[in-house]
């Protein structure tokens, strides 16, 4: 079932959760086995859940729209995502953005000013907007004076049938290269981010009863997650490859790797 499950004394004290989606919950338009069950005995052991995720290649609105249709019962409040904080953080900065992002993410940022001169760069999940014209433009726009913000920068992620693809984080590597500036990163696995979960679920005074689930052990499980001592669970579903877990880079090894998330909720919940 998982890699040093068994015994785990930290899953005793667990009462609440920080769940990632993409990879973890569901791949694609797939739900990961068991998962909409193990969500719902989530919930009546008591036990407190937010969704933590750097999805950006769609609005919160679609993004929410996909869960509940893919059986998932959450309120819209109960989703924190990297494209909310980096809205956010434009809005608190009073930036007016270039945005490489895909279409239905540019819908969030529909009341935002984007004209120019643009005063930041912003890059989330863009396949589209990933080739030379957009990447330079955004290069001469650093060039000018704007800030880089880097939603996240994720290494890949999981696609149908569990394939990976390319995230975003080459690419905002490649223009803090280009630009000789570095990017403010707004998603997982910034510290930041996870208090503003936790602050919601009233645990921000308690990480250690806090789990953080997710499929990428430094996206997910690194950084801020740490930091903040959160139990950190991974599961091998999504982008986990065999051996993830003792990347050279891994610092600190997850306090438990499971098959499932519906695993993970299954020791939780039997403890």
Known sequence: MAASASGLPVLKG???MLLDLSGTLHIDNVVTPNAVEALRRLRTAGIKVRFVTNSTKTSDERLYSKLTGLGFELDRNEIFT????????????????????????????????????????????????????????????????????????????????????????????????????????????????????LKDMEMLETPEMVAMVGDDVLADLGGGAHELGLVRLLVRTGKYRPGDETKQQVQLQPDGVFDTFAAIVEAVVSR
Request: proline share 4%.
């Open 14 to 16: 667990i009462r609440g």
């Open 82 to 197: 990297s494209l909310g904080a980096a809205k956010a953080l434009v809005r608190a900065k009073g930036y007016r953005p270039l945005l490489l992002l895909e279409d239905e993410a540019l819908e969030q940022f529909i009341d935002i000013d984007q004209s120019e001169p643009h005063t930041a760069v912003v890059v989330g999940l863009a396949p589209s907007k990933f080739d030379y014209q957009h990447m330079d433009l955004a290069f001469h726009t650093l060039l000018d004076g704007a800030d880089l913000i880097g939603i996240h920068k994720a290494k890949y992620y999981a696609r149908e049938q569990n394939r990976l693809a390319m995230g975003p984080g080459g690419f905002v590597a490649a223009l803090e290269y280009a630009a000789d500036k570095k990017a403010t990163l707004v998603g997982k696995p910034m510290k930041q981010f996870y208090e503003l979960a």
